[in-house]
């Protein structure tokens, strides 16, 4: 979601600001702003839209100095305004970033004004600035006047202060909303995500919730969330700066649906031989936790949930075991029963999303058997607080709508329930059949790719249709919900996806010529009823796009379009192809409609609000 870059350094770092800005552009924003300290003071810049607006007004307004801080902001309080944007400044002197929401932010602002303070924002950020101000005011150090803040407010957030009439330090805290310190050898840095830093140091210090950081140019003063003086470690980051460049690719989507099978090899790297899984692919308390496996219960979101959904049929049907699938967001306002043996599982792209990490820590007093976590990024907090964790290895994913974190998560999801039969002592040939067609899935995936062509011719007929209807019966059912939410994420076509039986018993009236309908083929023990519930959408003059299996039987015809996929895929390996064209396919619309494809409107990367 919002970004946040900050620096103190012994060189100028305005420049190094909006690279770090520009760095977290994947993660979806609208407004974004600059404060710098410098020998003119404080000054602030500020724009609506892209980064680009912004480092337009620094060439017509410049502004230079050591201390500096920017955001990138995702409206949640108050529309998309200059005024709206961060930073927000207060009394001349303290200027503040925030990501997250601050829940109780009405009452505080309300006796803020009652002491004279004007609000120039409709932001819950603002009253930030002006109760650190009033603390400073009071006498308080910046970092004391911080922390008395910080007491004060419910909520989510990462806020990063700066006073410029102390410019040797940036004050940092964080609930719920993660941010990192940078350590440099000209300065020091922070950020929300380790890319922003990635061109000035690899060395970097998570904050624990409650964490207060005293950032100074040669030194990090860290204390917890009771004031008490404290060390977090010190972690080398492997990801290279370059690794988030679109290269030769016009849009970063197409490039990360394409990085799909070496995605898909690296996650499999190091922990398949053979005929079966590794041990310890999950840490080292999975031989005393998965022996003890009786269930699964999967918590995710959006796309994650989809992957969810999936790993369903895979944990039932191959390692029989029961499983449940559920949204987070909902799972957080319920009272879920428990029962002994259950594996609490969170899968997330980010490690950040605030439905998710906050179910996660929910299910820690719940009396699950232990907590797993199903994660795209090392450093995040959901991977920190798991019990088990099975990184998915994608690479960075710069594309708001995701494609090679979705197949991941699917391999990792297949590894875990290997894993636990394993562990369970299962029948060795089934493990063996299994670890061998997952092995072979990166070059089918590849194959898959091939069709890019056909698709893009396709997608020419989806282009002006404003209704599009997807369909999958078993697994494929999941894969359809993935292939509607890309076309609806990047397109802005209207698309829903059904259990193919499910047609009669409501959305068959709206099936006519101009809705498109995409069915996912594969062959297996549904085919002939999924194949009868297409000839319902034909009798009713709906327009089929079909793909399947080369021996399925179907054939292209009037009214039906067939686009044949790679030979002998098997059930497990069905939804990992099955995925690819129907990224390519939702890419291409949205090329054609001329959307922006991998900012689209409204959303975000990391949803780290509620």
């Known amino acids: 979601m919002c970004g946040i870059v900050g620096a103190i350094a012994g060189h100028e770092v305005s420049a190094l600001l909006i690279d770090g800005l520009r760095r977290l552009e994947y993660r979806g924003y609208d407004s974004t702003g600059i404060a710098v300290v410098g020998r003119d003071g404080l000054q602030l810049r500020r724009a609506v839209g892209k980064v680009a607006r912004l480092a337009e007004k ?132 922070v950020a929300s995500d380790v890319q922003a830093l990635l061109p000035v140091t ?42 988030v460049e679109r290269g030769a690719y016009p849009h970063y989507m197409l490039k990360e649906i394409f990085e799909q099978p070496r995605a898909i090899l690296d996650t499999l790297a190091e922990r398949v031989a053979g005929d079966h899984v590794l041990p310890g692919i999950l840490g080292p308390r999975a031989a005393q936790i998965l022996p003890q496996v009786a269930q699964v219960h999967i918590v995710a979101c959006g796309t994650s949930y989809h ?25 957080r306002y319920r009272d879920p029963v428990v029962p002994p043996g259950t594996l609490f599982v969170a899968i997330s792209q980010s490690g950040e999303t605030a439905d998710t990490l906050a179910a996660l820590r929910e299910a820690k007093q719940l009396g699950y058997l232990a907590t797993c976590a199903i994660c795209n990024v090392p450093e995040s907090s959901l991977v920190r607080e798991a019990d088990l ?18 197949t991941t998560q699917l391999v990792a999801l297949a590894l875990l329930g290997i894993a636990i039969g394993q562990h369970r002592g299962f029948d060795r040939r089934l493990i063996a059949l299994y670890t061998r067609q997952l092995r072979h899935v990166p070059g089918m ?119 044949t996929m790679p030979e002998h895929i098997e059930p497990l390996q069905a939804p990992l192809v099955y995925t690819v064209p129907l990224q390519l396919l939702a890419y291409h619309v949205a090329v054609l409609r001329g959307t922006d494809v991998d900012q689209p409107r409204n959303l975000a990367k990391s949803v780290t609000v509620e």
């Not at 002006?130 to 989510?156: K, W």
């Not at 060395?203 to 005293?214: H, K, P, S, T």
């Not at 972690?235 to 700066?241: M, N, Q, V």
């Open 58 to 189: 620094l060439q017509r307004e410049p502004c230079a100095g050591t201390l500096g801080i920017a955001h990138s902001r995702w409206a949640t309080h108050g529309g998309v305004t200059e005024a709206n944007a961060h930073p927000h400044v207060s009394g001349g002197r303290i200027a503040v970033i925030h990501n997250g929401i601050i829940e109780n932010y009405e009452p505080i602002k309300a006796q803020l004004q009652a002491k004279g303070y004007v609000f120039d924002s409709e932001t819950d950020t603002e009253v930030i600035a002006h109760l650190v101000h009033d603390f400073v005011r009071q006498g308080l150090d910046l970092s004391e006047a911080v922390r008395a803040a910080v007491r004060r407010f419910q909520g989510a957030y990462a806020i990063v202060v700066l006073d410029a009439h102390n410019p040797d330090r940036i004050v940092v805290a964080r609930i719920a909303s993660p941010l990192v310190i940078g350590l440099g050898g000209e300065g020091n840095y």
């Open 445 to 563: 995936v590849e194959h898959a790719l091939k069709l890019d062509a056909k698709i893009r011719d396709w997608a020419a007929r989806f282009a002006d249709k404003h209704h599009a209807l997807f369909l999958g019966r078993g697994p494929s059912y999941p894969v359809a919900l993935e292939g509607a939410l890309k076309l609806k994420e990047i397109s802005y076509i209207h698309a829903e996806a059904y259990p193919a039986g499910e047609l009669k018993h409501g959305p068959l009236a709206l099936v006519d010529a101009d809705m498109p309908v995409v069915a996912v083929a594969p062959n297996n023990r549904l085919l002939e009823k999924l194949k009868s519930n297409l000839q319902e959408v034909r009798a009713r003059g709906g327009r089929l796009f079909v793909f399947a299996d080369p021996d399925t039987g179907f054939t292209p015809s009037e009214g039906v379009e067939v686009m």
């Open 202 to 243: 690899r060395r970097f210090q998570f904050l624990e919730e409650g964490d207060v950081a005293d950032v100074r140019r040669d030194r990090v003063i860290l204390t917890d969330a009771h004031g008490q003086p404290v060390d977090r470690p010190v972690h080398e980051s492997h990801l290279s700066a370059d690794a």
């Open 389 to 406: 964790v099975l990184m998915t290895r994608a690479g960075p994913e710069i594309g708001v709508a995701s494609t090679k974190a979705f």
């Open 307 to 331: 992957a969810g959904l999936v790993a369903r049929y895979y944990l039932e049907q191959g390692a029989r075991l029961p499983c449940t699938v559920e949204v987070a967001s909902e799972y």
